[in-house]
Nanobody, 122 residues
């Protein structure tokens, strides 16, 4: 299973960005796609996740009401992370990952895409 993330960039506080992640195929180990983020010297933390059908989503408390995860399986199994009302503290490298169950622990995700940098200026 291969994942390809894109869409990062520089945006002012209060602005929006949309990240995309394509997932090469559906397997028992890639039923869930999650987004994580990491800043220098800190652990990778969960941001949001979605099941293959899109029927279940979960969010970190820090992004609830501002970020929306969705997916379009008809379009290269693409998972989107719409990020609105961005804050400087959202600045991080964002990674997408695929795993078998919808949980927040990075270690449970078996496949990872490359990171995409999001920078929010104040």
């Amino acid at each position: 299973v291969q994942l390809q993330a894109s869409g990062g960039g520089l945006v002012q506080a209060g602005g929006s960005l949309r990240l995309s992640c394509t997932v090469s195929k559906r397997t028992s180990s890639s039923l869930v796609t999650g987004w994580f983020r990491q800043t220098p010297g800190k652990e990778r933390v969960h941001v949001a996740a979605i099941t293959w059908s899109g029927s279940i989503t979960i969010y970190a408390d820090s992004v609830k009401g501002r970020f929306t995860i969705s997916r379009d399986n008809a379009n290269l199994n693409t998972v989107y992370l719409q990020m609105d009302s961005l804050k400087p503290e959202d600045t991080a490298v964002y990674y997408c990952a695929a795993g078998p169950s919808i949980v927040t622990t990075p270690a449970t995700y078996d496949f990872w895409g490359q990171g995409t940098l999001v920078t929010v200026s104040s």
